[in-house]
């Protein structure tokens, strides 16, 4: 694959040849692990879950209080 690229694209060949084993590393989790890793959907959802819930409250009365709803959503997600 790196010899592939090495003609076309020979900075993308190198930071591969570098990083190979770091790229590789996903396989090693479960099957179940990676198909969730592979899409950003989940993370998505919940950014726009914080921003539907934040837009209810509008004016926080100080960041604490914000912190506190972001934070209690995280922990639903979880």
């Given amino acids: 694959m790196i010899e592939q690229w090495s003609s076309r694209v020979p900075s993308f060949a190198e930071w591969l040849d570098e990083t190979i084993e ?3 590393t996903v396989f090693q989790l479960p099957k179940g692990h990676r ?8 993370l998505e959802k919940y950014h726009q879950e914080v921003k539907r819930r934040t837009r209810v409250v509008r004016i926080f009365q100080n960041r ?3 912190l506190r709803l972001v934070s209690a959503l995280a922990m639903e997600q979880s």
């Fill in 35 to 42: 198909l969730r890793l592979r899409t950003t959907n989940n």
């Fill in 64 to 66: 604490r209080s914000c």
């Fill in 22 to 24: 770091q790229s590789l």
